[in-house]
């Protein structure tokens, strides 16, 4: 991937890593990546020397700052915002990973293989997971209505794929989501757009390898 060293970096972040296909994943998302004219930097990269360190507070802590660190090089991201863990929410630090780039205003854009809405995978989660259904409040002052889950707490987000601050920073950043029912063919289309958004959408070097 030499060829890759002139082009911009880019952080793959998301609950990649957490899966047992990661290192696959990475490796054909970097392809992707450079297909675009684009440098994709895993967050395993640059971490050889977690792998022989025991498990525990400080390992932990040891890959937060690499990580931050990892984030700190590079120009852009790539974040995925799939569900996490069967819940309807997403990897919790991927989006501290989101609010971060957001803080540096650099370029991002998400991809996901679940279409559905916030509010639905909610209403999923909580059917499937607490055999409890949302309940629907009719506010009295004529206000819109409001659906709660079972502990009371109001379902947000409407009419996004995640929390409103996850996809509105992505957004503000410049970003789209790409959803597909495979997730290469998401993260293609997804690279694809930020790489419109490094070079410029009137085409340039990125957009002559898309």
Known sequence: MTESAAYPKVYLGGDLVFRKDAQQLFKA??????????HGV????????????????????????????????????????DPFRRAADMDPGTAVEIGYMAAQNKPMAGYTVDGRSYHQKVQSYFEQAWHTPLT?????????????????????????????MVEGFIRQAGG???????????????????????????????????
């Open 29 to 38: 998302f970097k392809e992707a990546c450079l297909a675009v004219c684009l």
């Open 176 to 210: 789209d989501i790409a959803v597909a029912d495979d997730i290469l063919t998401a993260f293609r289309a997804a690279a694809s757009d930020l790489a419109g958004l490094i070079y410029g959408a009137s085409g340039g070097e990125g957009a002559s390898h898309g």
């Open 42 to 81: 895993s967050p395993f990269d640059g971490q050889d020397e977690v792998e022989a360190l025991p498990p525990g507070k400080e390992t932990s802590l040891l890959i937060a700052r690499l990580d931050r660190g990892l984030m700190d090089e590079c120009a852009a991201a790539l974040f995925c915002i």
């Open 136 to 164: 629907e409040e009719k506010p009295q002052n004529g206000g819109r209505v409001r659906w709660l889950d079972a502990d009371a707490m109001i379902v947000h987000s409407e009419g996004l794929l995640q929390n409103a």
